[in-house]
């Protein structure tokens, strides 16, 4: 019997573009509305469909995209987000048909628009988007980082914890020849070996517990890139303790150093492991003798403290720790403290800086800034946190001219801020607004919506690119001219840039010409002889159409097509854009004086501790 798919009050509230406490009001007016279906009386649940009937009657009816209405529905007939997919996955294969008879329909119907491989695509990131994924899947942007750093581009790669294959998907995205992965959840494995085999990879995936019962003994790879499980309490520990540890057995408390020995022992000579550790792993106590005959023997080449929210858990530093399978020993490691840039410089310099270092010939200064002689660090504690060793003194030799320049922007922007506040009249009484939703406006032609852009295999592009980061700072394109783009978007002045993947719709007017459009943002281009973009820009973000614009699924995602905007003359739309646009300036101008403002703070402690400066 086909389960329908049910949704919750607060997806009714997204779905309809309200808060929770208009659906909780619904139920009590409305004897038509639908009863509940299941759930318990905290937490009701609707069917679906007869939720999308009844708003549709009171002229709220929503638009479900065929992609959300499936992926609903798998949910409901599976009751496990992973045999949602699996199943999808081998019917697309072939390998089993579909076992839900009502959604094959709607499955076949997708592939035959779509193609098999997009529409798991599609599926894929509905499953990664819940909020139980999100807790344990290493983030896409992390991922192509990890699989650089291991030079993973035509290689052989290995990730002996690959969940449902995260890392093997970015290794795949860099071009890696072979693919080979481990997990001891077997769900995960299902759904890692059906990606590989719809897009078509090279690869084995294993079922099986990595450092107990290896499914790749005799396997020497060029890279093993993970995000390894944290704080294991029973790894192995009794059953291993005899085992040929290269670099001493690890104490109980030690898993991660176990699974770090297991990724060098799978290397060829030359090859690098590049590992997602708990900050811990770096400095306690039982790990150090460890971490000593790995600095002795060469194995470890850098330790690089990520910033918070680079992955789960969000809130702690993680590290990337760099390993290679070497014969001598090496003179110096390289410790890169990250922790205060954002995730998007932190990559950036990430990526620049181990390249410079583990590459060959001349090496630039950012590289000797973070190394660390091998001697400096084969102490008592053998700690190997970045934070602990920043060579770089505070720059404060010319503090005194800095801050006169620093105190002089700050007085002329707290001067022009108050000449931005728009100026502003009461209404003529309440009036009933005629809206129209930008789907409308996209269907009239008035307006032009493209993207997302997400990383591509294809060629590099040249091209500065605006990326996630530089549109919720505020702050200019800075995306590297190498990203690999899919598809490539130039951007023109006047023209709307939205984010997709964020807690809050963001959005903004470029300015800005020879860029092109980055990762996970939308682009509206809208027809300046009917719509003004900062009147689109203003009317987009505001809290109703934050609500509209929200997922039936309980993601991050928006669907902008659902914003409303006032139907108005040309004349009104470029008066509200101006105010708008004011408004723009003004949060820009208050983000800038709050940055010069911790700059002059900090500035002024460094100065005063080394004594550069004194109180007059």
């Known amino acids: 019997m086909h389960r329908r798919a049910r949704v919750t009050a607060a997806d009714i509230a997204r779905l309809a573009g309200v808060g929770r406490a208009a659906v ?120 192509d980082l990890m699989v650089e750093m291991a030079g993973a581009a035509g290689a052989s ?42 897009n078509g990879r090279d690869g084995q995936v294993r079922t099986g517990d990595s450092l107990r019962a290896d499914a790749f003994p005799d396997v020497a790879v060029d890279a093993v890139v993970s ?39 799978h290397l060829r000579p030359g090859g690098r492991a590049v590992l997602l550790m708990p900050p811990s792993v770096a400095s306690r106590r039982a790990g150090r003798r460890i971490r000593a005959n790995m600095l002795r023997r060469g194995a470890l080449r850098a330790v690089i403290a990520l910033p918070p929210g680079a992955a789960p858990p969000h809130a ?40 410079a270092f583990l590459g060959s010939g001349d090496r630039s200064d950012l590289v000797e800034a973070h ?11 053998v700690d190997l946190s970045p934070g602990r060793h920043d060579l770089g003194d505070a720059d404060v030799a010319d503090a005194g001219p800095r801050l006169i320049d620093a105190g002089r922007r700050l007085t002329e922007s707290a001067v022009r801020m108050p000449g931005l506040l728009p100026v502003l009249e009461d209404g003529a009484g309440e009036t009933v607004v005629s809206t129209i939703t930008v789907g409308d406006l996209l269907r009239s032609g008035s307006l032009q919506i493209l993207g997302p852009v997400r990383g591509g295999e294809g060629e590099q592009v040249g091209g500065l690119t605006l990326t996630v980061q530089d549109l919720t700072d505020g702050r200019p394109a800075s995306g590297t001219a190498d990203d690999r783009l899919n598809p ?37 281009r809208p027809d300046p002889q009917v719509l003004d973009p900062w009147f689109l820009v203003g009317h987009l973000c505001t809290t109703v159409n934050q609500r509209l614009a929200g997922s039936l699924l309980g993601t991050s995602r928006f669907d902008v097509r659902r914003v409303q905007l006032p139907r108005t003359a040309m004349t009104e739309q470029r008066r509200q854009g101006e105010v708008f646009r004011r408004l723009h300036e003004l949060t820009e101008t208050i983000r800038e004086t709050a940055a010069l403002g911790a700059d002059i703070t900090r500035l002024t402690a460094d100065a005063l501790a080394s004594g550069r400066l004194r109180p007059v």
């Not at 008879?101 to 592939?111: A, G, N, W």
């Not at 995205?173 to 890692?192: H, I, S």
């Not at 660390?372 to 504690?381: A, G, Q, R």
């Open 371 to 381: 190394t660390v002689p091998v001697l400096d660090l084969l102490d008592e504690e």
């Open 227 to 265: 995000n390894l499980p944290f704080g294991q309490t029973n790894w192995g520990h009794e059953e291993l303790g005899n085992a040929p540890w290269d670099f001493g057995p690890p104490p109980r408390t030690e898993p991660e150093l176990a699974w770090a020995q297991h990724a060098i022992s």
């Open 24 to 143: 909780s009001n619904w139920r009590k007016r409305y004897d038509d509305f639908p009863a509940p279906v299941g759930g318990t009386t905290a937490s009701p649940l609707f069917d679906l469909e007869e939720v999308e009937q009844w708003l549709a009657g009171q002229g709220k009816a929503p638009s479900v995209a065929d992609e959300d209405r499936l992926w609903r529905n798998l949910l409901a007939a599976s009751g496990e987000p992973a045999e949602a997919l699996a199943a999808a996955g081998e019917h697309l294969l072939g390998q089993r048909t579909l076992p839900f008879d009502l959604l094959r329909p709607e499955l076949d119907d997708l592939v035959e628009v779509h193609g098999p491989v997009a529409t798991f695509d599609e599926l894929w990131r509905r499953y990664a988007a819940l909020p139980a994924q999100r807790s344990v899947i290493t983030p896409d942007d992390l991922a």
């Open 157 to 198: 790669v290995l990730d002996p914890a690959c969940g449902a294959g995260g890392v093997l998907r970015a290794a795949a995205r860099a071009g890696a020849a072979n693919l080979y992965g481990q997990d001891d959840d077997p769900r995960l494995t299902r759904l890692a070996d059906l990606w590989l085999a719809i």
């Open 488 to 524: 490539r978007i130039a951007l023109q002045p006047g023209d709307v840039v939205v984010s997709v993947s964020e807690r809050r719709l963001v959005a903004r007017v470029n300015t800005e010409s020879d860029l092109l459009l980055g990762r996970q943002l939308w682009l509206l």
């Open 316 to 355: 702690v530093p993680l590290h990337l720790w760099v390993l290679q399978k070497a014969n001598r020993g090496v003179a110096e490691v390289l410790l890169l403290d990250t922790t205060e840039c954002d995730l998007e410089a932190a990559y950036r310099s990430v990526a620049d800086v181990v390249t």
